[in-house]
């Protein structure tokens, strides 16, 4: 198990007595990660405000099962990802997409100055990425999550995501490849 820090075990503990001052202090303490969480992968900033409110009340009325297994953000942010991905379902903006055919002989050859990279520019190609491959890239690079849990996420094999952040990564590659040579 992770450490976190005594003020937010604390927190927790005085949450599970409906403690309303402790709950605000965890509220403000993790709000904008939740945030940008789903944000990143709802792309709306309504829906994943009001997303990240009922994690919150999600998380702070099934108090009584968090285990201590993981931290408190940890499984937050779990809730906050799961609730995300349910509501792009129902937006019907999350559709199982076949995977796109990227030529990676060529894109492997060419080298990139990742150095010279503006990390705005990388943000802005992941976000034009089909759902399926900008929601596996960014619970990988971004949220940092491994195969296996993005797997367990997704609800797709531990192949298919690896195929699928491999993809990904070859059709980012691609993009910033194609804006470089644009601007030559």
Known sequence: ????????????????????NAQLELYKAYFKAMY?????????????????????????????TYRE???????????????????????????EVKMEVVLSQEIEETTIEY???EVKKVLDCINKLKDNYRLVITLHL??????????????????????TISRAKKKIKQVLLTEINAKV
């Open 69 to 95: 297994e993981v931290t408190f953000g940890a499984w937050l942010k779990r809730i906050v990802i799961n609730k995300s991905l349910t509501q792009l379902k129902k937006n019907n903006r999350y559709k």
């Open 36 to 64: 940008n969480t789903a944000f990143r992968i709802l792309k709306e900033e309504f829906e994943a405000e009001d997303i990240v409110q009922e994690s919150f009340l999600t998380a702070f009325t099934k108090l009584d």
């Open 142 to 163: 971004i949220e940092g999550y491994d195969y296996e849990e993005i797997a367990q996420i997704m609800n797709y094999s531990n192949e298919n995501v690896r195929t």
């Open 1 to 20: 198990m992770k450490e976190q820090p005594l003020h937010i075990t604390k927190l927790v503990e005085r949450c599970k007595f409906n403690d309303q």
């Open 115 to 117: 150095s010279k990279l």
